[in-house]
């Protein structure tokens, strides 16, 4: 298994952006895929970017063209960034980390954006 820490979150405003960030606690370099999810209240947890291995990316539609999923190998680390921030992304945003054998989630963290 692998630990994963997120943080970034916060409150802001509706147009701005942040930055989420997932430590892990080991090498993810051949982790065959990170993903974020996020879950609003009193809805389920819902798959907002995923990034694989050899680098292919899949966004929820909902997202398509203001987030971005990256990874720094060298750092252990995958990233968020989200930009255009609408009310309806305020949501607890969760790392994962998922292969044969492995399905770790992080803690999450709160993302507010007001209107």
């Known amino acids: 298994q692998v630990q994963l820490v997120e943080s970034g979150g916060g409150l802001v405003q509706a147009g701005g952006s942040l930055r989420l960030s997932c430590a892990a606690s080991?090498?993810?370099?051949?982790?065959?895929?990170m993903g974020w999810y996020r879950q609003a209240p009193g809805k389920q947890r819902e798959l907002v970017a995923r990034?694989?291995?050899?680098?292919?990316?899949n966004y929820a539609d909902s997202v398509k063209g203001r987030f971005t999923i990256s990874r720094d190998n060298a750092k252990n680390t995958v990233y968020l960034q989200m930009n255009s921030l609408k009310p309806e992304d305020t949501a607890v945003y969760y790392c994962?980390?998922?292969?044969?054998?492995?399905?770790?989630w992080g803690q999450g963290t709160q993302v507010t954006v007001s209107s």
């Open positions: 990034l694989t291995s050899g680098g292919s990316t």
């Open positions: 994962h980390a998922g292969d044969s054998g492995i399905s770790s």
């Open positions: 080991r090498s993810i370099f051949s982790i065959n895929v």
